[in-house]
Each structure stands twice: as structure tokens, then as C-alpha cells.
Antibody, heavy 122, light 106 residues
């Protein structure tokens, strides 16, 4: 059974940093790209970032480029989102999602975690 | 970036109704179009991928169609558990979602 478990969310001040983790199980982790998607309170889904199975390819939404860094450790079946220079508009539930493909394009997100809330406020 | 526009943004319907939600891409995305269902307080769930392929376990009353820039999600006979928000997603390039369609009980 595929399981994705996010952790690391919380309350942080504007300009601060936070690192989210997503621990995966139930599939061969290195064979799939992984994604972060966020949802601001009462709003729709926003894709944030993708990392390929080998970690050689990464993509970012323009809204987070230069501030967020996605990475993965295939030996630990875990991937991460390092979030720096956080802003109020980054407040959202952050979901990790497994990609059906290995490169991060042309497929779909077939499994999702339960989400972790990030609140950016002074 | 490819923009995805769903219509309507909200929809009221009754159990047993047939409903359709449309999704339009700002440029051709071939068949790289997926649909997700989200219920309040829950993570999104994949319903349909590559326009018309049903994810395992999804009831056959859900169907998808389209190609290029215009796509449709159809629910043939609404059930109580179908009242939720639906999102389309393109993965032709870096992913993007539509703004969502909230399906409510009339």
C-alpha cells in the first residue's frame, strides 16, 4: 500500500524558513518523480515543485522560484521542500504527491499525502 | 505557462442528475489532462488520467473526453458521495491546475 506522510509544517514569521519532509512507502521510491502541491485557505490547488526520480531534474512554480528548494534522499525514501524567505502568501496546506512517471512531466499524481499546514504570520 | 480554466466555478445539482464540467487550456496540451476530486478537509484524489482513463476503484459513472484545448468531465448519475470540488490538471508542461468546480447539492 502506497503511503505518503508529510511533516515539518508549523507557524513561522515572515522571512523565516521551514523544511517540509515527505516519507514514502509501498513503492520503489527512486523510480518515480515526486511533487509538492499547496492549497491556501479556501483556495484551489497550486503546483509548487517537482523532482525527478534520480533528483537530476527539478521544476518550480514562478511564485516560489529562488526561495524554495526541492530535494530527495532515495536511500531514506524521503523528499523535502526547503522553504526560505517565507511570505504571508505562502500560508497553505502543503501536500506531497507521487508522480506516475519518473521525469515529472506527461503523467499524473496518483497518490497524495494528507497535507501539512504552513502558516506564515508575525 | 499553461493556464487552465474550468467552468462553471460552482454547480448545484440533484442526486441522479447528469452533470458536466469543462476545462479549457490556454494552448494545446494534447491528451495530458487529468481530473481530481477533493472533499473538504481531505487530500485530492485522482479520478481520471490522460483525458479518459479511470483510476482504479473509480466508479464508471465518471467519464472524460476531449483533446487539445477543450476537455469535459461527466458524471452520468450523481450519487451523494460525488458532491465535492473537482480540479483539472495539465501535465503537458510544468503542471498546472484549473481553479476548481464546486459541485453542491440542490
Amino acid at each position: 500500500e502506497v503511503q505518503l506522510l508529510e511533516s515539518g509544517g508549523g507557524l513561522v514569521q515572515p522571512g523565516g524558513s521551514l523544511r517540509l519532509s515527505c516519507a514514502a512507502s509501498g513503492f520503489t521510491f527512486s523510480n518515480y518523480a515526486m511533487n509538492w502541491v499547496r492549497q491556501a485557505p479556501g483556495k484551489g490547488l497550486e503546483w509548487v515543485s517537482t523532482i525527478s526520480g534520480s533528483a537530476g531534474i527539478t521544476y518550480y512554480a514562478d511564485s516560489v522560484k529562488g526561495r524554495f528548494t526541492i530535494s530527495r534522499d532515495n536511500s531514506k525514501n524521503t523528499f523535502y521542500l526547503q522553504m526560505n524567505s517565507l511570505r504571508a502568501e505562502d500560508t497553505a496546506v502543503y501536500y506531497c504527491a507521487k508522480d506516475r512517471g519518473i521525469t515529472g512531466k506527461k503523467y499524473y499524481f496518483d497518490y497524495w499525502g494528507q497535507g501539512t499546514l504552513v502558516s506564515v504570520s508575525s | 505557462d499553461i493556464q487552465m480554466t474550468q467552468s462553471p466555478s460552482s454547480l448545484s445539482a440533484s442526486v441522479g442528475d447528469r452533470v458536466s464540467i469543462t476545462c479549457r487550456a490556454s494552448q494545446s496540451i494534447s491528451s495530458y489532462l487529468n481530473w481530481y476530486q477533493q472533499k473538504p478537509g481531505k487530500a485530492p484524489k485522482l479520478l481520471i488520467y490522460v483525458v479518459s482513463s479511470l483510476q482504479s476503484g473509480v466508479p464508471s459513472r465518471f467519464s472524460g473526453s476531449g483533446f487539445g484545448t477543450d476537455f469535459t468531465l461527466t458524471i452520468s448519475s450523481l450519487q451523494p458521495e460525488d458532491f465535492a470540488t473537482y480540479y483539472c490538471q495539465q501535465t503537458y508542461s510544468t503542471p498546472s491546475f484549473g481553479q476548481g468546480t464546486k459541485l453542491e447539492i440542490k
